[in-house]
């Protein structure tokens, strides 16, 4: 069965760092083009990086400089580097993955994960 497992949330005071990690059970998840996304308590889903089977990566305008999404098709790991952490990015982070880069963008991959809550405290 294929699957999606985050881990790597938690807590941490504004400025602070966390890295996420997204854990693949496809069975070939390099041919998969796999993001994340966020939804916060009071906003709709936001598309945050998406890295395509080709490694090319895209990341939201607002998130540039301090969110990088990385990839290791070997252990079939994504991973979420998120830095200078503000409480605007307190969220319910989400791994997605999809054989299509644009069902990805658009916010209708194929999989999802269960998620992995990021709090940013003042």
């Known amino acids: 069965q294929e699957q999606l497992v985050e881990s790597g949330g938690g807590s941490v005071q504004s400025g602070g760092s966390l890295k996420l990690s997204c854990t693949a059970s496809?069975?070939?998840?390099?041919?998969?083009?796999m993001g994340w996304l966020r939804q916060a308590a009071v906003k709709g889903r936001e598309l945050v990086e998406t890295?395509?089977?080709?490694?090319?990566?895209n990341v939201a305008d607002s998130l540039k400089g301090r969110f990088t999404v990385s990839r290791d098709n070997a252990k079939g790991i994504l991973y979420l580097q998120m830095n200078n952490l503000t409480p605007d990015d307190t969220a319910m982070y989400y791994c997605?993955?999809?054989?299509?880069?644009?069902?990805?963008?658009?916010?209708?991959?194929?999989?999802w994960g269960r998620g992995t809550q990021v709090t940013v405290t003042r």
């Open positions: 496809m069975y070939t998840p390099a041919s998969f083009a």
């Open positions: 890295v395509d089977n080709d490694s090319t990566r």
């Open positions: 997605a993955a999809d054989p299509i880069i644009v069902n990805l963008k658009r916010g209708q991959p194929g999989y």
